[in-house]
């Protein structure tokens, strides 16, 4: 017997599928039904409408990346990271969640009305004032929207190179982007 939550997660994943294809706005239901075989009021029990179908998907990515900014801005003194752990951790998460990082870049109109892109970008200024304190300079913040944006940038443009290497590429550069 299929349980419901294997049954999202496979709705899940073709959503993914299909969105990647067609586009969130191109990409109906009833699409989505007809690839799974199963009828589109089953599908609706599981999600009511396209749009708390992506957000299903996106949170698990958002309440990641939010998890670990928090965590990373209660650690006081000593226990700080440096601006290479910073990148690392983040260059991690991103690794972690390219498939659905895919899908952010691609459909970024259809996603500012789910209100996750502004979530995304005030990312990087607190990242930026992780690293550069609390006033950071125009000159600090736009280098660390360089370097947090490429490292999410070089996650999705390397898909073939090895993680290590990606990682310590991305990471140096990112590294001199902000100037250290």
Do not use: N
């Not at 029990?45 to 958002?62: A, G, M, N, Q, T």
């Amino acid at each position: 017997m299929v349980k419901p939550a294997d049954t999202r997660q496979r709705i899940q994943d073709v959503a993914r599928e299909l969105f990647a294809e067609k586009g969130v706005q191109r990409t109906s239901l009833q699409d989505i039904a007809d690839r799974l075989g199963i009828t589109k009021p089953a599908l609706y029990y599981h999600f009511r409408s396209r749009e708390e179908l992506v957000r299903s998907i996106l949170e698990p990515l958002i309440e990641e990346g939010e998890a670990f900014l928090a965590e990373q801005e209660r650690k006081r003194g000593a226990d700080r990271a440096t601006a290479r752990e910073l990148l690392e951790g983040y260059f991690d998460f991103h690794f972690r969640h390219r498939a659905d990082l895919i899908l952010i870049v691609s459909e970024l109109t259809a996603l500012v009305d789910l209100g996750l892109i502004d979530q995304l970008l005030a990312w990087r200024a607190r990242l930026g004032v992780l690293v550069f304190g609390r006033r950071p300079t125009l000159e600090q913040s736009t280098r660390a929207v360089i370097a947090f944006g490429g490292l999410q940038d070089c996650c999705l443009q390397f898909p073939d190179v090895p993680y290590t290497q990606l990682r310590r590429a991305t990471v140096d550069g990112a590294m001199s982007a902000l100037g250290m």
